[in-house]
């Protein structure tokens, strides 16, 4: 069981907009440590998608955008698209426990 | 292009040893801290170690600690990940990642970009 709680799963038509929660603690992202975003399609290494809680590296599209408010943190990705069907890990870092992963959430678009 | 390439895995019996490399190229790789991250067969990913640019300082979760041993050769732009008396629960794809910061430290809150294709280790008598 993952320190960052994800949702197992999401799912959105086309067009859509969904969410992604990350939930931490006191210990790390309600410390003020920065969440980062990772995309890994199926088959493939991971993919920096968010960083700093909500900076977008160069070539990700800005349908994709990130938030953090007290221990949480949020992914969201409008205007969704079949290509974005993929597993999506939150990323912090606990004191004790250094990098740490959330459990990751698959996403389906129907 | 920052490019990582990790090979040295295998099918290794459960007390056996493996080590993995990473060859890095397309940056000054001496300026980077580096990380191993490894997902097991259908699950998430965890950080397994990490390690400054210099070499001097490194870290690592404790599902490896006294079992595994971070190193790298700038002289050669390789990490190495040393593993000894491997587990069944070790069986993942190991990545290689580089850490976003050009200073050379390891922050543990520094993001990885990018990662390695990854090398799949298998403990299994």
């Known amino acids: 069981q993952s320190v960052l709680t994800q949702p197992p799963s999401v799912s959105g038509a086309p067009g859509q907009r969904v969410t992604i929660s990350c939930t931490g603690s006191s210990s790390n992202i309600g410390a003020g440590y920065d969440v980062h975003w990772y995309q890994q399609l199926p088959g493939t290494a991971p993919k920096l998608l968010i960083y700093g809680n909500s900076n977008r590296p160069s070539g990700v599209p800005d349908r994709f955008s990130g938030s953090k408010s007290g221990t949480s943190a949020s992914l969201a990705i409008t205007g969704l698209q079949a290509e974005d069907e993929a597993d999506y890990y939150c990323q912090s870092y606990d004191s004790s426990l250094s990098a740490l992963f959330g459990g990751g959430t698959k996403l389906t678009v129907l | 292009e920052v490019q990582l390439l990790e090979s040295g895995g295998g099918l290794v019996q459960p007390g056996g040893s493996l080590r993995l490399s990473c060859a890095a190229s397309?940056?000054?790789?001496?300026?980077?801290?580096m990380s191993w991250v490894r997902q097991a067969p259908g699950k998430g990913l965890e950080w397994v170690s990490g390690i400054s640019g210099s070499g001097g300082s490194t870290y690592y979760a404790d599902s490896g600690k006294g079992r595994f041993t971070i190193s790298r050769d700038n002289s050669k732009n390789t990490l190495y990940l040393q593993m000894n008396s491997l587990r069944a629960e070790d069986t993942a794809v190991y990545y290689c990642?580089?850490?976003?910061?050009?200073?050379?430290?390891?922050?543990?809150?520094?993001?990885?970009?990018?990662w390695g294709q990854g090398t799949l280790v298998t403990v299994s008598s």
């Open positions: 397309g940056f000054t790789f001496n300026n980077y801290a």
């Open positions: 990642a580089k850490d976003h910061d050009s200073s050379g430290y390891y922050y543990g809150d520094n993001w990885f970009d990018p």
